[in-house]
């Protein structure tokens, strides 16, 4: 069969699912990075959950019942939505080819082709150097396993996969030719039937050139991964009941973990800014921290900065005297920000919405 592609130019998508509409303005739970990680190791790493003598939930050592599935895969999926803020859909349908480069810098440059996002439009984010590494591992260790497993089984030689014989980045964007045909194809173009069936060449053979992929080596479905935060809230909320915690047990969405992004950069943004222009005014002023909403903003893909400050300001202004850095990896990514973000602005203010 051929594959069809679609001039992104004058289509508007239509992605995962979803109608391309502006972002809704809307006010939803977040959780602080400590919260995320207790989370995050109940669900994915057979951690058992306990509650303190205050009623507070607390890690209680490793749980001997567990028995996760993918769980790295599903784990470093996680950590992307968290640290990068990006959605469920969009990352579910990223390829290998289409994840940055090895980078000296605390964070790397990723592009979103306008073929995966909410939008339709792409953009350019930061990727901290923590996930860039999560990334890597997975792709090392249970990806590499998972081929190996489809290679022996013979799945990457049916009919329907398409071979990227050539592929090149210009200007940031992927571009690759399919079946040795000599025109290139832009990664705004792929949509998510044409991702799922192409192959890209490596050392050790052929391969799915979807990142995410199952046990047996294929690519993992785009409505079992948005699945994924789903299924771990639930363990989550089955073994905090176990432990007998008596109050309402959060329950973390994919909007949670977006949401919970935003004001976790925000507030490190603020603090940056406060540190370099001095103590901030009795009256919150927002013009004062116009470069973080707009850094957020972009980070997000809303359409205006209006947009991302209606639904955070608020928000911003009732938090920022919280520690949110006691966590040994958000703290990482503070001090990131701090050492980075005169490299990191000034290349948001001189980028379109359109990139």
């Known amino acids: 069969p051929s594959l069809k592609f679609k001039d992104s130019s004058t289509t508007r998508a239509k992605v995962g699912g979803w109608r391309s509409k502006n972002a809704r303005i809307r006010r939803v739970d977040w ?6 990680r207790l989370w995050s190791n109940v669900a994915f790493r057979g951690y058992a959950v306990a509650t303190s003598g205050d009623n507070k939930l607390i890690g209680a050592g490793e749980d001997s019942s567990f028995r996760g599935r993918n769980t790295q895969r599903n784990a470093t999926f996680v950590e992307t939505l968290y640290f990068c803020g990006t959605r469920e859909g969009e990352t579910s349908l990223l390829l290998a080819l289409e994840l940055p480069e090895k980078s000296a810098s605390a964070f790397a440059e990723i592009r979103l082709p306008s073929s995966i996002t909410k939008s339709g439009r792409s953009r350019t984010i930061v990727m901290p ?9 997975y792709v090392q260790q249970d990806r590499r396993r998972a081929v190996s497993l489809g290679r022996r089984h013979g799945s990457y030689s049916d009919v329907r996969w398409h071979r990227i014989t050539n592929h090149r980045v210009k200007r940031g964007q992927l571009e690759i030719q399919i079946d040795g045909r000599r025109n290139w194809v832009n990664h705004d173009q792929l949509f998510e039937p044409a991702r799922r069936w192409l192959l890209a060449e490596t050392k050790d053979g052929w391969e799915p050139a979807m990142l995410w992929l199952t046990e047996s080596g294929l690519p993992a479905d785009q409505h079992n991964m948005t699945k994924v935060i789903q299924r771990a809230t639930q363990r989550w909320h089955r073994a905090c009941k176990t432990a007998g915690f ?3 047990v959060p329950y973390p969405t994919a909007k949670t973990l977006r949401y919970s992004f935003a004001l976790n ?6 603090k940056v800014i406060d540190e370099e222009t001095g103590s901030p005014p009795a009256a919150y002023s927002p013009s004062r921290y116009e470069d973080a909403y707009t850094a957020v903003q972009w980070q997000l893909g809303h359409r205006d900065l209006q947009t991302t400050m209606d639904a955070y300001l608020l928000a911003v202004k009732d938090l920022r005297g919280i520690n949110i850095f006691r966590e040994a990896t958000f703290k990482s990514v503070y001090e990131s920000l701090h050492s980075r973000h005169e490299s990191i602005l000034p290349g948001l203010e001189h980028r379109g919405l359109n990139d």
């Open 246 to 248: 008596a109050r309402s």
């Open 265 to 270: 950069w925000l507030i490190a943004w603020h």
């Open 31 to 36: 959780i602080e990075p400590e919260t995320f």
């Open 129 to 137: 150097w923590l996930v860039h590494g999560l990334l890597q591992r």
